[in-house]
Structure formats: C-alpha cells, structure tokens
C-alpha cells in the first residue's frame, strides 16, 4: 500500500514553546577532534529586516567525515559524544551562532569527496514549509570541484561559502537572505 | 558506484508552496529565485538519531508538568508514524507544542487577551514504539485571533514536529481538530492544494483511544517520506 507524506505547515511564531528544550549551540563539546569554529550571522526578509523568529537546524558529518547514523558505513571513526545535529534559534536581532568543528569530506553523487559542508534547515514564522541549505568553509581548494556547488550558477555559489570574520580565529560568519540580491541558495530535494 | 536511493517525490499540490499571499508572512520570506535540485548524497540520507532516553516518561502527559491540573479539556491524542510505503517508524521523536484552553501561548510574543495557565506550559515529545505508536495526553487547545487580515481567528491545532530516519524526512505539520469552524478560513490550512491533502491534517475522533469517565481520544496519524527503490548497480 501506498501513503501520501503529511502535508507541511509552518512552525508560526511561537516555536520556542515546543522546540527550545532540545536548543544546543555547541555542537562539538570537549574532547570531540576537528578544527573548531563558530558560526555567526543573521537571518534577513525581503526588505532587508533582521527576522526574529527563525531557527535553524545543523546536520553534519565529524572531522573523519563520518555521520553518526547507521546508512553511513564508511570505515572511518565515529566520534563518541559527537552527534552531528544542533537546533539553533535565531535571537530577537535574527542573529545566530553556534560553535562546532569542521567536519571531513563525505562522498559525494559521482563517487568523488564533497567538500567539507554542514546541511541547514531553515525553519521560520511565513515559512510553510522548511526551506533546505548548506554552509561551505572559506578558503578550501575543494570547493571549486564540489558537484553539488557546482550545480548552483557561479555568481551565486558565495551565498553558501562562510566568510572569515574579522581577524577572530576560527569565526564564520553566514548570512541568510531571503530575497533580494544576495538571495541564499536553497536545496530542492524533491519535498 | 552504487547510486544512493532517495526519498519519494510529493504528489502534486499535496505540499505548500513557500509562497502564499493570503499568509500574509510568506510575502517578505518566501525565496523568489527557484530551489536548486540536487542529487541525494549520504548527507541527505543520514540524519539525526535520538535515544529513547532523551525524552522523559512524563514529558508525554502535558497535564502533570505542574502541581496542578491544568484547565480544559483533557484529550488524549494518539497515532502512528509510517513512511508512504507503509512502514511503521519507530524510535522517531515526535514534539508538540500548543495554546491553552484560552487559545493563549506561554510565549513572550503572544499579547492575546486571554489568561496564560500556571498549570500549563503547552509542550510535549514522545518518542514513537516498535509499531510507530504515539500518544499524548493533553488539553484541546483554544482558537485565537491574529493579525494576517480583518477578524482573523486560527483554528485550534497543536504544532507536530518529527524527524524520521534521514534529514530529508524531516516534518513540521499542525493539527486540527474535526467539526471546526474555522478550518474553511484559515489561510495556514489552506496553503496546499490538495483537498484531500489539506483534510488529513484534521484528527479523526477516536472511541477506541477515548478514556471512559477521563478524556476523548483524537486519532492523527503522520506520513513521512517513504524511501526510492534502491538503484541498480552503474
């Protein structure tokens, strides 16, 4: 037999109701390896207004490049106390950060390594549903024969590459723009 | 080179578009440029686990979080998780969150007139059994007004949100409640297409689940993307 996914609605403004308990902005505690960094940026709507009520979820793979989930059987480590996955809501100025590690590459379609990316979901009051992304890293000669990337039109692959803040190491800063010139990229993958 | 199987593409209209101008929010955060389609790769297929020990006993029973009951209506509400090829999920997390009785959110940014509850705080998870089974005891939660137009009222719902085996399962959803009103002019329900698609989202009431002398049960089961055939062998 034969079912239909659940049609999608939004999450509306008061998710932090059901969702806050499982909030976690460090998602690569003590002992975990990997180079660190923090990510850091705003989430912007059509009119260039900060949002302040957006969430974002991280799914990512460990410095070996391995996920902590069981269709990854990969021989490569897996990182006990590292999971992968991190809720990060936006603040009332629609700014985020979390802290983690750059993760190693994963295979990619064609059997080549992608370059080393965490995967966003965006979820928001007026989204009806999730909207789907990635973070690249800055300065990594990997990104230029990433496929997925590669599959993005050239002058608007920088919406998903993290720019070195300031002189801080090991601070990212990634912007989400909704709309308008920078519009981020996002991912359809089939829902 | 194995190809890695996917996930099952919606049927037509039975999603939203992130773009609905009768939700008056969608205007200013819906992308406008189309969504890039990229191949599955094992990071879409993976995703996020959780032990069943991440969620407490009781964080299933949103009527004894406080020293008292809250006020109400008590329901249980209860279901299954399946993907659409019919697959009961278990050791999914499922979490909810909803008004109170007065159709108010324990939330900073709700300023509806109506009382908050000390005995309620409107939040619940529950991870799914061997058979894909939930069940929350709670209170129906009341309808509220907001601003998206003149004499706006949302229909009562309770917020789902479920992850499923891969990141690409992943589901935030609401739902109704049947015989509701409101239902036909609420433009969140109406954002899909699909009449059909749109009427799953009410709950179906349920004798079996209904408590003698204690609570009406309210049946909502939630359908997660069911996986591709495997690929041949290139």
Redesign the interface.
């Known amino acids: 037999?034969?079912?239909?996914?659940?049609?999608?609605?939004?999450?509306?403004?008061?998710?932090?109701?059901?969702?806050?308990?499982?909030d976690n902005d460090n998602l690569a505690p003590e002992g975990v390896s990997g180079e660190r960094v923090t990510i850091q940026g705003r989430v912007f709507?059509?009119?260039g207004?900060p949002?302040p009520?957006a969430c974002l979820?991280i799914?990512q793979?460990n410095a070996h490049g391995k996920?902590?989930?069981?269709?990854?059987t990969q021989n490569k480590l897996l990182e006990p106390g590292f999971?992968?996955?991190g809720r990060v809501p936006v603040d009332r100025e629609g700014a985020f950060r979390f802290a983690t590690i750059k993760p190693g590459p994963?295979?990619?379609?064609d059997?080549k390594e992608?370059a080393p990316?965490l995967?966003v979901?965006l979820?928001?009051?007026?989204?009806?549903?999730?909207?789907v992304t990635r973070i690249y890293f800055p300065d990594d000669s990997r990104n230029a024969r990433d496929?997925?990337l590669n599959?993005?039109a050239p002058d608007?692959r920088d919406t998903l590459v993290a720019k070195r803040a300031g002189s801080q190491q090991g601070t990212l800063e990634w912007n989400i723009h909704?709309?308008g010139e920078h519009?981020?990229?996002?991912?359809?993958?089939?829902? | 080179m194995k190809r890695i199987a996917g996930y099952r593409e919606p049927y037509p209209g039975t999603q939203p578009p992130h773009l609905h101008p009768p939700y008056v929010s969608s205007i200013k955060r819906a992308p406008t440029k189309p969504q890039v389609r990229i191949p599955y790769t094992l990071s879409e297929v993976t995703g996020p686990t959780f032990k069943p020990d991440i969620v407490s006993p009781k964080a299933s029973d949103l009527t004894r979080q406080h020293s008292g009951e809250p006020l109400g209506e008590r329901i249980i509400v209860s279901g299954r998780v399946l993907d659409e090829n019919s697959r009961p999920l278990a050791n999914t997390l499922v979490e909810i969150w909803q008004a109170n009785a007065a159709g108010r959110y324990l939330h900073e940014v709700d300023q509806h007139k109506a009382p908050l509850d000390p005995n309620f705080t409107g939040c619940g998870q529950a991870i799914t059994d061997s058979e894909g089974r939930y069940r929350f005891v709670t209170i129906r939660p009341g309808e509220y007004p907001w601003r998206n137009h003149y004499n706006a009222w949302r229909p009562a719902h309770i917020h789902f949100s479920l992850f499923g085996p891969a990141f690409a399962t992943r589901l935030v959803t609401q739902m109704y409640f049947p015989g509701d009103p409101l239902i036909p002019f609420d433009p969140i329900f109406n954002c899909t297409a699909d009449e059909k698609a749109r009427n799953r989202l009410i709950s179906v009431f349920d004798w079996e689940s209904t408590v003698p002398e204690h609570a009406l049960g309210y049946r909502f089961d939630l359908i997660l993307r069911g996986r591709e055939a495997t690929p041949m062998e290139e």
Request: glycine share 10%; no cysteine; net charge negative.
């Open positions: 037999m034969s079912l239909q996914a659940t049609t999608w609605q939004t999450v509306g403004p008061y998710f932090k109701i059901g969702l806050h308990w499982l709507d059509g009119d207004i949002i009520d979820e799914w793979a996920y902590a989930h069981p269709e990854d999971t992968g996955y994963v295979p990619g379609p059997g992608q990316h995967l979901s979820f928001m009051r007026g989204l009806l549903r999730r909207l496929a997925i599959l993005v608007r909704m709309q519009e981020t990229v996002f991912f359809d993958l089939g829902a």
